[in-house]
């Protein structure tokens, strides 16, 4: 069947950096689905020619070079059309329909522009006869910045389309790495029986980056870490690790398991907000031996910066999952901007036996601890205790670890987490896409957050550029006697 791509927002910054790029992995792969059409519409004035220009450019910027190949360009260009209209306008629209899609295709339309022109779009969809039943239509975030302003976008996208149609995406789901948690977990069987508050210390999941917020303050000023990145990334990344096995790989399943996860979630409140939740602002220093401003001397893009902004640019909460499996495991999730390095990753600490048989004196006995990391060095490290080796009395121990790497050092990925998705959506499967349901309840959680941060005055702590965040994120995990794997085995 013949499949119409329909990218509203086609000229926009999303499309260019990352969904030509991606659909030309696609391409690269040989999965490029036979007979698409690309479509890139926009308002802005273009040409045919002078647009492909424009796709080539970014593309050639944000493919590896090793990637890129005349040929591939030349069978990917192809595919790809450029309309000028306006989604919003059911004229504009119909204008376009008639010129570029075929009747009968598989249609699947990407808004790549703000939820706010979402519900315009979609009625404008529904107008010219293109929100069919078997219509797909991709969104992202932002979905709202609270549990009630992400039903209000919601209610427009379902007043026009079914759940089935509707591909949240939430790109940490298209990540390799973020994949291989469900084949850890559930092609291994060595790790489920002791996936549990039995065995399990705590865990800890960190994304940290080295960039600051640039260019983006004033959107960043109204979303800040927990908005931007907990409420999906870091929430989707512990949904994954610790969701019950799902009892078939289909997207209601996996869906349904996740959701139970987010539900579960013990509520944060003013009364425990303090204990449990730190927010950061990053202050100049240095990252990567260059000098970077603090948050509030970034040059801002549009609107003149609120000296008193308390916006977080580092956030560290101590979560719980009280059910079963999980009830007394703190869950620690941090993430932050100019921070030291650019890393993610997902530490399991395991608990350590009561009784020790090796001597105190030359014990350097640590718990097992599984690193999971997510980026840059996409990998698992065990660290395991061994004999020290030599002829020194008794059994002298040392941590060393198992380390496996998933790509090696030379390994250039032939695609990114946006080209997985958009095969996805190409071929139907929902699964590593959210569901509303997982949305609300994530908002759900964190507006408390919000809600306690406000009722109790808490404000942001100044950490320095280039450090590990705020030295209230050690306090905090410090209470329970941890501390953070920063970088360290
Ligand atoms: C985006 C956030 O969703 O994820 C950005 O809006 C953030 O602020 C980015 O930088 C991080 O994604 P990645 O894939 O680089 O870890």
């Known amino acids: 069947m013949n499949t119409d791509l329909l990218i509203v927002g086609g000229d926009g910054d999303l499309a260019l950096r990352k969904l030509y790029p991606s659909l030309y992995y696609l391409e690269l792969n040989d999965c490029m ?27 050639q910027a944000n493919v590896s070079e090793a990637l890129y190949s005349d040929e591939k360009w030349q069978a990917f260009s192809s595919k790809i059309v450029f309309a000028q209209g306006d989604a919003t306008n059911p004229e504009s629209l119909a204008k376009v329909k008639e010129e570029f899609l075929g009747e009968g295709n598989q249609l699947v339309v990407y808004l790549a522009i703000p939820p706010n022109i979402f519900g315009n779009v979609c009625s ?15 969104v992202e975030k932002p979905l709202g910045e609270s549990r009630e302003s992400f039903l209000a976008i919601n209610d427009e996208l379902a007043r026009v389309f079914t759940e089935e149609q509707l591909f949240r995406i939430d790109h940490y789901l298209g990540k390799e790495t973020v994949q291989n948690l469900i084949a850890m977990r559930f092609a291994n069987d060595i790790f489920e029986p002791l996936w549990n508050s039995k065995y399990i210390d705590h865990v800890q999941i960190t994304v940290s980056e080295s960039v600051g917020v640039g260019n983006r303050w004033s959107f960043y ?8 990145m907990v409420q999906n990334h870091l929430l989707q990344v512990l949904c994954l690790l610790a969701m019950e096995p799902p009892a078939v790989l289909n997207a209601e399943s996996v869906r349904a398991e996740k959701l139970k996860v987010l539900n579960c979630l013990k509520t944060i409140t003013p009364e425990n907000v303090k204990e449990y939740t730190v927010r950061g602002q990053y202050r100049n220093g240095v990252v990567d031996g260059t000098s970077v401003p603090g948050y509030l001397e970034e040059e801002s893009d549009k609107y003149e910066i609120d000296p008193n902004s308390q916006t977080e640019t580092y956030v560290a909460l101590q979560a719980e999952i009280q059910n ?13 901007k100019r921070l030291q390095s650019r890393h993610s990753e997902i530490v ?9 048989i090796f001597n105190q004196n030359h014990l350097e006995h640590k718990p097992n601890r599984m690193v999971i990391r997510l980026q840059p060095d ?6 395991i205790m061994n004999k020290v080796a030599g002829l020194e009395a008794g059994i002298p121990l040392e941590s060393g670890c198992l380390d496996f790497h998933f790509g090696g050092a030379n390994h250039v990925k032939k695609h990114d987490a946006y080209s997985r998705l958009l095969f996805d959506v190409l071929r139907n499967d929902q699964t590593l896409f959210v569901s509303a349901a997982e949305v609300e309840a994530a908002w759900k959680w964190v507006d ?11 404000k942001a702590e100044g950490y320095m550029a280039g450090s590990f965040g705020p030295p209230g ?17």
């Open 324 to 336: 079963w499996r999980w009830s007394g495991v703190p869950i620690y999730l941090r993430t932050g």
């Open 33 to 59: 689905p036979e007979n698409v059409q690309i479509i890139g519409m926009a308002r802005t004035a273009n040409e045919q020619t002078a647009f492909l220009a424009k796709v080539k450019e970014w593309l």
């Open 221 to 228: 000023d109204q979303t800040g870490a927990t908005r931007d």
């Open 473 to 489: 994120a050690d306090v905090l995990i410090a209470r329970g006697g941890r501390e953070w794997h920063n970088l360290v085995l």
């Open 448 to 458: 408390q957050i919000f809600a306690a941060w406000k009722e109790t005055g808490m």
């Open 378 to 383: 996409e990998g698992i490290r065990l660290r």
């Open 124 to 138: 404008s969809l529904e107008a010219c006869g293109l929100a069919k039943p078997t219509t797909r239509l991709v």
């Open 348 to 356: 399991v600490q395991f608990k350590q036996s009561h009784h020790q």
